[in-house]
Protein backbone atom coordinates (compact mmCIF):
# COMPACT_ATOMS: atom_id res chain seq x y z
CA UNK A 1 0.00 0.00 0.00
CA UNK A 2 1.39 2.91 -1.30
CA UNK A 3 -1.00 5.67 0.41
CA UNK A 4 -0.75 5.92 3.81
CA UNK A 5 -4.71 6.46 6.05
CA UNK A 6 -3.46 9.93 6.65
CA UNK A 7 -3.21 10.69 2.83
CA UNK A 8 -6.65 9.63 1.97
CA UNK A 9 -8.26 12.78 3.24
CA UNK A 10 -6.19 14.89 1.40
CA UNK A 11 -6.74 13.14 -1.62
CA UNK A 12 -10.75 13.20 -1.30
CA UNK A 13 -9.85 17.49 -0.86
CA UNK A 14 -7.38 17.60 -3.89
CA UNK A 15 -8.42 19.95 -6.56
CA UNK A 16 -6.26 19.78 -9.97
CA UNK A 17 -5.16 24.28 -10.51
CA UNK A 18 -3.78 24.50 -13.55
CA UNK A 19 -3.16 27.40 -16.52
CA UNK A 20 -2.18 26.66 -19.74
CA UNK A 21 -0.19 30.15 -20.68
CA UNK A 22 1.31 28.73 -24.00
CA UNK A 23 0.47 30.86 -27.37
CA UNK A 24 -0.56 27.56 -28.75
CA UNK A 25 -3.62 27.20 -26.19
CA UNK A 26 -5.97 30.01 -28.12
CA UNK A 27 -5.30 28.28 -31.28
CA UNK A 28 -5.62 24.94 -30.22
CA UNK A 29 -8.39 24.90 -27.71
CA UNK A 30 -11.35 26.15 -29.76
CA UNK A 31 -10.25 22.73 -31.71
CA UNK A 32 -9.86 20.40 -28.91
CA UNK A 33 -13.40 22.09 -27.44
CA UNK A 34 -15.26 21.69 -30.34
CA UNK A 35 -13.62 18.06 -30.71
CA UNK A 36 -14.83 16.84 -27.54
CA UNK A 37 -18.91 18.19 -28.34
CA UNK A 38 -19.01 15.20 -31.15
CA UNK A 39 -18.04 12.58 -28.34
CA UNK A 40 -20.43 10.54 -26.15
CA UNK A 41 -21.18 11.39 -22.72
CA UNK A 42 -20.24 7.45 -21.32
CA UNK A 43 -16.67 7.99 -23.02
CA UNK A 44 -14.16 7.62 -19.90
CA UNK A 45 -11.40 10.71 -19.72
CA UNK A 46 -9.28 7.95 -18.98
CA UNK A 47 -10.21 5.78 -21.85
CA UNK A 48 -9.04 9.31 -23.93
CA UNK A 49 -5.77 9.37 -22.20
CA UNK A 50 -5.01 5.39 -22.89
CA UNK A 51 -6.34 5.78 -26.39
CA UNK A 52 -3.85 8.53 -26.65
CA UNK A 53 -0.54 6.77 -25.45
CA UNK A 54 -1.62 3.79 -27.59
CA UNK A 55 -1.14 6.55 -30.83
CA UNK A 56 2.31 7.27 -29.56
CA UNK A 57 3.18 3.76 -28.66
CA UNK A 58 2.32 3.17 -32.42
CA UNK A 59 4.96 5.68 -33.59
CA UNK A 60 7.59 4.35 -31.79
CA UNK A 61 6.65 0.90 -32.28
CA UNK A 62 6.68 0.97 -36.37
CA UNK A 63 9.65 3.04 -36.38
CA UNK A 64 11.48 0.48 -33.37
CA UNK A 65 10.89 -2.21 -35.75
CA UNK A 66 12.37 -0.63 -38.93
CA UNK A 67 15.15 0.69 -37.02
CA UNK A 68 16.20 -1.01 -33.48
CA UNK A 69 19.48 -0.14 -33.40
CA UNK A 70 19.58 3.61 -34.97
CA UNK A 71 21.17 2.59 -37.87
CA UNK A 72 20.75 5.96 -40.39
CA UNK A 73 23.78 7.03 -41.52
CA UNK A 74 24.09 9.77 -44.13
CA UNK A 75 27.73 8.34 -45.20
CA UNK A 76 26.70 5.46 -46.49
CA UNK A 77 23.05 6.23 -47.09
CA UNK A 78 21.24 3.63 -45.12
CA UNK A 79 17.57 4.80 -44.73
CA UNK A 80 16.14 2.01 -42.28
CA UNK A 81 12.71 3.61 -41.80
CA UNK A 82 10.57 3.66 -45.08
CA UNK A 83 9.45 7.71 -45.66
CA UNK A 84 5.60 6.22 -45.04
CA UNK A 85 6.20 5.72 -41.79
CA UNK A 86 7.38 8.75 -41.20
CA UNK A 87 4.11 10.19 -42.74
CA UNK A 88 2.05 7.82 -40.22
CA UNK A 89 4.06 8.84 -37.04
CA UNK A 90 3.27 12.41 -37.92
CA UNK A 91 -0.25 11.17 -37.93
CA UNK A 92 0.31 9.35 -34.77
CA UNK A 93 2.01 11.88 -32.80
CA UNK A 94 -0.83 14.63 -34.07
CA UNK A 95 -3.46 12.40 -32.66
CA UNK A 96 -1.86 11.70 -29.28
CA UNK A 97 -1.48 15.49 -28.77
CA UNK A 98 -4.71 16.07 -30.08
CA UNK A 99 -6.70 13.50 -27.72
CA UNK A 100 -4.32 14.49 -24.85
CA UNK A 101 -5.87 17.98 -25.17
CA UNK A 102 -9.25 16.35 -25.14
CA UNK A 103 -9.14 14.14 -21.92
CA UNK A 104 -9.10 17.44 -19.37
CA UNK A 105 -11.96 18.80 -21.28
CA UNK A 106 -14.27 15.38 -21.59
CA UNK A 107 -13.44 15.46 -17.50
CA UNK A 108 -14.68 18.59 -17.22
CA UNK A 109 -18.04 17.98 -19.78
CA UNK A 110 -19.09 15.22 -17.50
CA UNK A 111 -18.10 16.20 -14.26
CA UNK A 112 -15.65 13.53 -13.55
CA UNK A 113 -12.29 15.45 -12.82
CA UNK A 114 -10.23 13.61 -10.64
CA UNK A 115 -6.95 12.80 -8.97
CA UNK A 116 -7.12 9.81 -10.80
CA UNK A 117 -7.37 11.35 -14.04
CA UNK A 118 -4.19 13.64 -13.74
CA UNK A 119 -2.44 10.47 -12.46
CA UNK A 120 -3.45 9.07 -15.73
CA UNK A 121 -2.53 12.15 -17.85
CA UNK A 122 0.45 13.07 -16.62
CA UNK A 123 1.79 9.72 -16.01
CA UNK A 124 1.40 9.12 -19.86
CA UNK A 125 2.67 12.17 -20.85
CA UNK A 126 6.06 11.74 -18.88
CA UNK A 127 6.19 8.11 -20.60
CA UNK A 128 6.37 9.93 -23.82
CA UNK A 129 9.69 11.16 -23.03
CA UNK A 130 10.66 7.80 -23.95
CA UNK A 131 8.75 7.40 -27.28
CA UNK A 132 9.51 10.64 -28.89
CA UNK A 133 13.34 11.12 -27.81
CA UNK A 134 13.87 7.40 -29.33
CA UNK A 135 12.01 8.46 -32.48
CA UNK A 136 13.75 11.81 -32.96
CA UNK A 137 17.06 10.12 -32.72
CA UNK A 138 15.99 6.86 -35.37
CA UNK A 139 15.29 10.36 -37.13
CA UNK A 140 18.91 11.38 -37.39
CA UNK A 141 21.00 8.36 -36.84
CA UNK A 142 22.77 7.54 -33.64
CA UNK A 143 25.99 8.79 -34.74
CA UNK A 144 24.55 12.07 -35.60
CA UNK A 145 23.26 12.41 -32.07
CA UNK A 146 25.64 11.13 -29.50
CA UNK A 147 25.58 10.71 -25.81
CA UNK A 148 22.38 11.89 -25.36
CA UNK A 149 20.53 10.78 -22.32
CA UNK A 150 17.61 13.12 -22.65
CA UNK A 151 15.63 15.62 -24.57
CA UNK A 152 12.99 17.40 -22.67
CA UNK A 153 10.32 19.29 -24.69
CA UNK A 154 7.91 21.68 -24.48
CA UNK A 155 4.75 20.18 -24.80
CA UNK A 156 3.17 22.66 -27.51
CA UNK A 157 6.16 23.57 -29.36
CA UNK A 158 8.06 20.73 -28.81
CA UNK A 159 5.38 18.41 -29.89
CA UNK A 160 4.23 20.55 -32.87
CA UNK A 161 8.10 20.76 -33.86
CA UNK A 162 8.19 17.01 -34.20
CA UNK A 163 5.08 16.87 -35.98
CA UNK A 164 7.11 19.00 -38.64
CA UNK A 165 10.27 17.30 -38.82
CA UNK A 166 8.55 14.00 -39.79
CA UNK A 167 6.28 15.16 -42.15
CA UNK A 168 9.12 16.71 -44.10
CA UNK A 169 10.97 13.11 -43.42
CA UNK A 170 8.20 11.53 -44.87
CA UNK A 171 8.00 13.71 -47.93
CA UNK A 172 11.74 14.60 -48.49
CA UNK A 173 13.81 11.68 -47.17
CA UNK A 174 15.37 12.13 -43.37
CA UNK A 175 18.65 13.21 -45.19
CA UNK A 176 16.76 16.15 -45.73
CA UNK A 177 16.90 17.48 -42.38
CA UNK A 178 20.64 17.19 -42.33
CA UNK A 179 21.40 20.17 -45.47
CA UNK A 180 21.63 22.81 -44.62
CA UNK A 181 18.93 25.63 -44.32
CA UNK A 182 20.40 28.84 -46.66
CA UNK A 183 23.73 27.56 -46.29
CA UNK A 184 24.39 28.38 -42.35
CA UNK A 185 22.68 25.42 -40.37
CA UNK A 186 20.50 21.89 -40.59
CA UNK A 187 17.50 20.86 -38.73
CA UNK A 188 20.36 18.60 -37.11
CA UNK A 189 22.37 21.14 -35.38
CA UNK A 190 19.33 23.12 -34.18
CA UNK A 191 18.31 19.94 -32.38
CA UNK A 192 21.89 19.71 -30.91
CA UNK A 193 21.92 22.81 -29.77
CA UNK A 194 18.80 22.04 -28.08
CA UNK A 195 20.40 18.84 -26.36
CA UNK A 196 23.16 20.94 -24.67
CA UNK A 197 21.31 23.71 -23.71
CA UNK A 198 17.48 22.72 -22.62
CA UNK A 199 18.74 20.38 -19.50
CA UNK A 200 19.73 23.52 -18.27
CA UNK A 201 17.12 25.82 -18.68
CA UNK A 202 14.84 23.88 -17.59
CA UNK A 203 16.70 23.71 -14.47
CA UNK A 204 16.70 26.78 -13.83
CA UNK A 205 13.50 27.77 -15.17
CA UNK A 206 11.92 24.84 -12.04
CA UNK A 207 14.19 27.07 -9.30
CA UNK A 208 12.61 30.59 -10.40
CA UNK A 209 8.88 28.68 -10.62
CA UNK A 210 9.72 27.82 -6.91
CA UNK A 211 11.56 30.99 -6.33
CA UNK A 212 7.88 32.62 -7.36
CA UNK A 213 5.89 30.26 -5.79
CA UNK A 214 8.23 31.15 -2.11
CA UNK A 215 7.27 34.98 -2.93
CA UNK A 216 3.60 34.28 -2.95
CA UNK A 217 2.99 33.56 1.03
CA UNK A 218 3.59 29.43 0.66
CA UNK A 219 3.33 27.39 4.18
CA UNK A 220 6.13 25.27 2.92
CA UNK A 221 10.05 26.88 3.82
CA UNK A 222 12.04 27.60 0.93
CA UNK A 223 14.74 25.01 1.73
CA UNK A 224 11.77 22.07 1.28
CA UNK A 225 10.73 23.71 -2.07
CA UNK A 226 13.91 22.82 -3.50
CA UNK A 227 13.75 19.30 -2.31
CA UNK A 228 12.33 17.78 -4.78
CA UNK A 229 15.04 18.97 -7.58
CA UNK A 230 17.75 16.84 -5.93
CA UNK A 231 16.62 13.68 -6.67
CA UNK A 232 16.38 14.18 -10.78
CA UNK A 233 19.92 16.52 -10.25
CA UNK A 234 21.39 13.01 -8.96
CA UNK A 235 19.89 11.16 -11.33
CA UNK A 236 21.43 13.46 -14.05
CA UNK A 237 25.12 13.28 -12.73
CA UNK A 238 25.53 9.82 -12.44
CA UNK A 239 23.49 8.87 -15.78
CA UNK A 240 25.74 11.25 -17.56
CA UNK A 241 28.53 9.63 -16.16
CA UNK A 242 27.69 6.06 -17.23
CA UNK A 243 27.04 7.17 -20.69
CA UNK A 244 29.90 9.55 -21.00
CA UNK A 245 32.65 6.77 -19.29
CA UNK A 246 31.53 3.55 -20.24
CA UNK A 247 34.10 1.06 -20.77
CA UNK A 248 32.22 -0.48 -23.49
CA UNK A 249 30.34 2.49 -25.13
CA UNK A 250 27.03 1.07 -23.75
CA UNK A 251 24.99 3.77 -25.74
CA UNK A 252 26.49 2.71 -28.68
CA UNK A 253 25.74 -1.00 -27.80
CA UNK A 254 22.76 -1.11 -26.65
CA UNK A 255 20.99 2.82 -26.39
CA UNK A 256 17.32 1.88 -26.57
CA UNK A 257 18.33 -0.06 -23.02
CA UNK A 258 19.89 2.54 -21.71
CA UNK A 259 16.77 5.18 -22.68
CA UNK A 260 14.34 3.42 -21.27
CA UNK A 261 16.52 3.18 -17.58
CA UNK A 262 16.68 7.18 -17.87
CA UNK A 263 12.89 7.37 -18.65
CA UNK A 264 11.69 4.69 -16.14
CA UNK A 265 13.99 6.94 -13.47
CA UNK A 266 12.30 10.14 -14.48
CA UNK A 267 9.12 8.78 -15.30
CA UNK A 268 9.24 7.63 -11.60
CA UNK A 269 10.24 10.53 -9.94
CA UNK A 270 7.77 12.73 -11.68
CA UNK A 271 4.81 10.97 -10.87
CA UNK A 272 6.17 10.01 -7.08
CA UNK A 273 5.79 14.22 -7.42
CA UNK A 274 2.35 14.63 -8.47
CA UNK A 275 1.11 12.10 -6.36
CA UNK A 276 2.78 13.82 -3.22
CA UNK A 277 1.37 16.95 -4.21
CA UNK A 278 -1.92 15.13 -4.51
CA UNK A 279 -2.04 13.84 -0.90
CA UNK A 280 -0.30 16.99 0.86
CA UNK A 281 2.82 15.66 1.20
CA UNK A 282 6.84 16.34 1.30
CA UNK A 283 8.67 14.43 -1.44
CA UNK A 284 11.48 12.12 -0.29
CA UNK A 285 15.00 13.99 -1.13
CA UNK A 286 16.24 10.62 -2.59
CA UNK A 287 14.06 8.36 -4.56
CA UNK A 288 15.14 4.85 -3.79
CA UNK A 289 14.99 4.28 -8.06
CA UNK A 290 17.63 6.81 -7.82
CA UNK A 291 19.68 5.49 -5.31
CA UNK A 292 19.81 1.65 -7.48
CA UNK A 293 20.28 3.13 -10.84
CA UNK A 294 23.35 5.69 -9.13
CA UNK A 295 24.58 2.30 -7.67
CA UNK A 296 24.16 0.76 -10.99
CA UNK A 297 26.13 3.11 -12.38
CA UNK A 298 29.08 3.13 -9.97
CA UNK A 299 28.93 -0.80 -10.62
CA UNK A 300 29.10 -0.52 -14.16
CA UNK A 301 32.17 2.05 -14.30
CA UNK A 302 34.12 -0.37 -12.54
CA UNK A 303 36.58 -2.74 -14.26
CA UNK A 304 35.03 -5.82 -14.81
CA UNK A 305 34.03 -8.03 -18.45
CA UNK A 306 32.62 -5.79 -21.31
CA UNK A 307 29.39 -8.25 -20.43
CA UNK A 308 29.11 -7.41 -16.84
CA UNK A 309 28.09 -3.87 -18.11
CA UNK A 310 25.54 -4.83 -20.12
CA UNK A 311 24.17 -7.81 -17.85
CA UNK A 312 24.15 -4.78 -15.14
CA UNK A 313 22.20 -2.31 -17.38
CA UNK A 314 19.44 -5.34 -18.70
CA UNK A 315 19.09 -6.06 -14.67
CA UNK A 316 18.27 -2.65 -13.52
CA UNK A 317 16.31 -1.43 -16.13
CA UNK A 318 14.41 -4.37 -16.05
CA UNK A 319 13.58 -4.98 -12.11
CA UNK A 320 13.06 -0.77 -12.36
CA UNK A 321 10.43 -0.99 -15.03
CA UNK A 322 8.57 -3.65 -13.01
CA UNK A 323 8.77 -1.43 -9.44
CA UNK A 324 7.50 1.22 -11.23
CA UNK A 325 4.79 -0.63 -13.08
CA UNK A 326 3.86 -1.86 -9.55
CA UNK A 327 3.82 1.73 -8.35
CA UNK A 328 1.82 3.05 -10.93
CA UNK A 329 -1.15 0.15 -10.73
CA UNK A 330 -1.04 -0.04 -7.47
CA UNK A 331 -1.24 3.98 -6.56
CA UNK A 332 -4.37 3.99 -9.51
CA UNK A 333 -6.32 1.05 -7.79
CA UNK A 334 -6.02 2.99 -4.68
CA UNK A 335 -7.18 5.87 -5.78
CA UNK A 336 -10.19 4.28 -7.42
CA UNK A 337 -11.21 2.78 -4.07
CA UNK A 338 -10.55 5.84 -2.33
CA UNK A 339 -12.44 8.32 -4.35
CA UNK A 340 -14.75 5.46 -5.18
CA UNK A 341 -15.07 5.69 -8.99
CA UNK A 342 -13.99 3.24 -11.93
CA UNK A 343 -11.21 4.00 -14.15
CA UNK A 344 -12.29 3.48 -17.37
CA UNK A 345 -16.42 3.69 -16.84
CA UNK A 346 -18.56 6.65 -16.69
CA UNK A 347 -21.44 5.38 -14.24
CA UNK A 348 -25.34 5.81 -15.69
CA UNK A 349 -26.02 8.24 -13.00
CA UNK A 350 -23.09 10.58 -13.64
CA UNK A 351 -24.62 10.26 -17.54
CA UNK A 352 -27.36 11.56 -16.83
CA UNK A 353 -26.45 14.42 -14.09
CA UNK A 354 -24.47 15.60 -17.05
Known amino acids: ????????????????????TSFYNYILSPFHTRLVECLPLWLAPNLISTLSFAFSMAGFSMVAYYDPDFSLNKETHVAPVPQWVWLAVAFCVFTYYTLDGCDGIQARRTGTSSPLGELFDHGFDAWNGLLHVSTVIALFGMHEVQRVVNLPLGMDSGLLALILMYLLAGFFGPFALQENILGYFSVKDFLRLLIKFIPFTSFFGSCYTIYCCSKRGCKISKMKMFVPLISPIVAFIFLTAWAYFSPSNILQLHPRWFFLLTSVVACDISIDLIVNQMVDSTCPPIKMTVVACSLASIF????????????????????LVLAHLHFVCSVGKQMSDVLGISIFRIPFNVRLQT
Do not use: C, D, W
Open 300 to 319: ALLPHEMNMEIVTLKFITSV
Open 1 to 20: MYLKPLQVEPLKLYRYKGVN
